[in-house]
């Protein structure tokens, strides 16, 4: 019985209506009143809580006012999280085309190819030959502009060809070519035979980036050219440079010799790499 009656109370709390009424103190007179009933009460007070809610977070998403609520970014360090992504993307490609480099070089030097995108002679723009710099006029290299004047006129046509085929590389060392490029045997260049202690020469402009002794191959020698160009000299009596030094085309850069295990006598081993893949410097240099 009991609970019946709070059943009927609560039935007639929802159905009875309800009136608010505002009046005049002074003269009794009505200015508003407002009829509900329990039910119609309860769904605006819903519908206030769900606007605020709304309305709250429209402000936050949308105004400067996100800013002010604890523990939330605020425009400049958001715009810093941007800028280190950025980075940290940047860091990462560069990252790897420095991977890629050093497992080529290291190719290199073991003695490797990676022969499944042999370099093209059209891949390397030709540099402008009013930018060629003279060297001293000493006894080092007195014979530079002659050697270029010959290198100019080795094939007519150079003038109109692009790319690897159209740099003028000097010569570095003058003598008999006795070893032939052969892939198939792992043997990455060409073998020059002159003189001993003859000079040799740098074949382009560029920065030594290996100058040391290796048990097979002797003193050693690698240059890091434009274009992802690099050439190695190996065998040699002497080393003249440094690494990290910059080079000049036709600088003295070591004395020829016998170095190494794997040298037959006195000669040098001349590799030209474009792009981590050998390729026959004959085709490109007059020795």
Same mark, same amino acid.
């Given at each position: 019985?009991?609970?019946?009656?709070?059943?009927? +109370?609560?039935?007639?709390?929802?159905?009875?209506?309800?009136?608010?009424?505002?009046?005049?103190?002074?003269? #009794?007179?009505?200015?508003?009143?407002? &009829?509900?009933?329990? &039910?119609?009460?309860?769904?605006?007070?819903?519908?206030?809580?769900?606007?605020i809610i709304i309305?709250? /977070?429209?402000?936050?998403?949308? /105004?400067?006012?996100?800013?002010?609520?604890?523990?939330?970014?605020?425009? +400049?360090?958001?715009?810093?999280?941007?800028?280190?992504?950025?980075?940290?993307?940047?860091?990462?490609? +560069?990252?790897?085309?420095?991977?890629?480099?050093?497992?080529?070089?290291?190719?290199?030097?073991?003695?490797?190819?990676?022969?499944?995108?042999?370099?093209? &002679?059209?891949?390397?723009?030709?540099p402008n030959l009013?930018?060629?710099?003279?060297?001293?006029?000493?006894?080092?290299?007195?014979?530079?502009?002659?050697?270029?004047?010959?290198?100019?006129?080795?094939?007519?046509?150079?003038?109109? +060809?692009?790319? #690897?085929?159209?740099?003028?590389?000097?010569?570095?060392?003058?003598?008999?070519? /006795?070893?032939?490029?052969? #892939?198939?045997?792992?043997?990455?260049?060409?073998?020059?035979?002159?003189?001993?202690?003859? &000079?040799?020469?740098?074949?382009?402009?560029?920065?030594?980036?290996?100058?040391?002794?290796?048990?097979?191959?002797?003193?050693?020698?690698?240059?890091?050219?434009?274009?992802?160009?690099?050439?190695?000299?190996?065998?040699?009596?002497?080393?003249?440079?440094k690494q990290g030094?910059?080079?000049?085309?036709?600088?003295?850069?070591?004395?020829?010799?016998?170095?190494?295990?794997?040298?037959?006598?006195?000669?040098?081993?001349?590799?030209?790499?474009?792009?981590?893949?050998?390729?026959?410097?004959?085709?490109?240099?007059?020795?």
């Amino acid at each position: 019985m009991a609970k019946e009656r709070k059943r009927d +109370k609560l039935k007639k709390l929802f159905q009875h209506p309800y009136r608010i009424v505002i009046f005049n103190d002074l003269n #009794l007179h009505i200015i508003k009143q407002i &009829r509900f009933n329990a &039910r119609t009460l309860l769904l605006g007070l819903v519908g206030a809580v769900v606007s605020i809610i709304i309305g709250v /977070t429209i402000l936050i998403a949308f /105004t400067p006012l996100r800013e002010y609520i604890p523990g939330y970014p605020s425009g +400049k360090f958001r715009e810093e999280l941007i800028q280190n992504a950025l980075a940290t993307d940047s860091i990462e490609q +560069k990252i790897n085309l420095y991977d890629r480099y050093f497992h080529d070089f290291r190719a290199m030097l073991s003695g490797e190819s990676s022969l499944d995108s042999v370099a093209k &002679r059209d891949s390397v723009v030709r540099p402008n030959l009013n930018e060629l710099k003279h060297l001293n006029e000493d006894s080092l290299f007195k014979d530079k502009l002659e050697q270029e004047q010959f290198n100019l006129h080795l094939n007519p046509g150079s003038a109109r +060809k692009s790319g #690897l085929a159209s740099l003028l590389f000097f010569p570095p060392l003058k003598g008999m070519v /006795t070893g032939k490029l052969d #892939l198939a045997a792992g043997h990455y260049g060409v073998d020059v035979v002159a003189k001993l202690n003859s &000079r040799i020469s740098s074949a382009l402009d560029g920065t030594v980036i290996l100058a040391e002794w290796t048990m097979e191959t002797g003193y050693v020698i690698v240059i890091q050219h434009d274009q992802n160009i690099v050439t190695c000299y190996k065998h040699n009596a002497e080393l003249l440079k440094k690494q990290g030094e910059k080079v000049k085309a036709g600088e003295v850069i070591a004395l020829m010799g016998n170095t190494g295990k794997e040298t037959t006598g006195p000669h040098l081993h001349f590799e030209l790499w474009v792009n981590g893949n050998p390729v026959n410097p004959e085709d490109y240099i007059s020795f």
